[in-house]
């Protein structure tokens, strides 16, 4: 994995109006997010609205990755391909996206409900969310990996919500993914050391049932093994002095 080099002001300039693009992508598809709309629909408004500002969907073709989106509906974990199966009033949907800017590339992702969700799925939403805020509330230079990780887990566990162990944060920037590894579970003080001017993919990803998972046949969607709900939320940051700036959301 590359490693998380320091960024250049142009680079800066050039990773901020990546997060721009992707910020507002990911409200177009929020918005577009309808019962009777399928993921492929999502798929092509992701690469319209991206072109559209200036930008390149970062996943198409990354390993071999056949779309542009990754939409995961229910006890799909992450990294599902667009189909043509339509989204459900009920469904639990998480949109994951990333923006390639002149060279520099933003990740982030939300999950929502098709209406109104179960108190489950209501929970799972809220702990979630509400454990990448934590999250945030730490970073900043000098601090580690494990006191990212280990507020994550906290929030989580608070939420009875389990994380999932072998899915995590990243860093990024030149790369989709690069150093640091950022789990969604860890010891306070432990791990790399953040610095000011790295930029880093914060994800909490949980399940309401299971630490467990497995692949599809189609080799890329992760499943919960018991069928769970799961959910993700991730952020592109700026590690600063002082904290950290978000740069797509």
Same mark, same amino acid.
């Given at each position: 994995?590359?490693?998380?080099?320091? *960024?250049?002001?142009?680079?800066?300039?050039?990773?901020?109006?990546?997060?721009?693009?992707?910020?507002?992508?990911?409200?177009?598809?929020v918005?577009? $997010?309808?019962?009777?709309?399928?993921?492929?629909?999502?798929?092509?408004?992701?690469? =319209? @609205?991206?072109?559209?500002?200036?930008?390149?969907p970062?996943?198409?073709? %990354?390993?071999?990755?056949?779309?542009?989106?990754?939409?995961?509906? !229910?006890? @799909?974990i992450?990294?599902?391909?667009?189909?043509?199966?339509?989204?459900? $009033?009920?469904?639990?949907?998480?949109?994951?996206?990333?923006?390639? %800017?002149?060279?520099?590339?933003?990740?982030?992702?939300?999950?929502?409900?098709?209406?109104?969700?179960?108190?489950e799925?209501l929970?799972?939403? @809220?702990?979630?969310?509400?454990?990448?805020?934590?999250?945030?509330?730490?970073? =900043?230079?000098?601090?580690?990996?494990?006191?990212v990780?280990?507020?994550?887990?906290?929030?989580?566990?608070?939420? !009875?919500? =389990?994380?999932?162990?072998?899915?995590?944060g990243?860093?990024?920037?030149?790369?989709?993914?690069?150093?640091?590894?950022?789990?969604?579970?860890?010891?306070?003080? *432990?791990g790399?050391?953040?610095?000011?001017?790295?930029?880093?993919?914060?994800?909490?990803? $949980?399940?309401?049932?299971?630490?467990?998972?497995?692949?599809?046949?189609?080799?890329?969607?992760?499943?919960?093994?018991d069928?769970?709900?799961? $959910?993700?939320?991730?952020?592109?940051?700026?590690?600063?002095?002082?904290?950290? @700036?978000?740069?797509a959301?």
């Open positions: 994995m590359l490693k998380n080099k320091i *960024k250049s002001p142009e680079e800066l300039k050039n990773i901020r109006q990546s997060g721009v693009i992707l910020t507002a992508v990911l409200d177009v598809l918005a577009s $997010a309808k019962a009777g709309v399928t993921s492929l629909e999502l798929d092509a408004i992701a690469e =319209k @609205e991206t072109i559209a500002r200036g930008g390149k970062a996943f198409l073709g %990354y390993q071999g990755f056949p779309g542009r989106v990754c939409v995961s509906v !229910n006890n @799909e992450v990294h599902a391909i667009p189909n043509d199966r339509k989204l459900q $009033a009920g469904d639990l949907v998480g949109i994951d996206y990333g923006v390639n %800017y002149n060279g520099m590339i933003t990740d982030a992702a939300r999950t929502i409900s098709i209406g109104k969700p179960s108190r799925g929970m799972l939403l @809220e702990g979630c969310y509400e454990a990448l805020q934590d999250a945030l509330k730490v970073v =900043k230079h000098g601090a580690r990996v494990g006191d990780s280990s507020v994550i887990e906290h929030q989580l566990r608070k939420h !009875n919500l =389990k994380p999932i162990y072998s899915l995590t990243h860093g990024v920037g030149h790369e989709l993914h690069e150093d640091p590894v950022i789990p969604n579970y860890g010891s306070a003080g *432990k790399e050391v953040l610095e000011a001017g790295m930029t880093i993919a914060i994800e909490p990803i $949980a399940s309401t049932g299971t630490n467990d998972l497995y692949l599809a046949d189609d080799g890329w969607t992760y499943m919960t093994r069928g769970s709900l799961s $959910a993700q939320f991730e952020n592109t940051i700026l590690i600063t002095k002082a904290g950290c @700036e978000v740069i959301s």
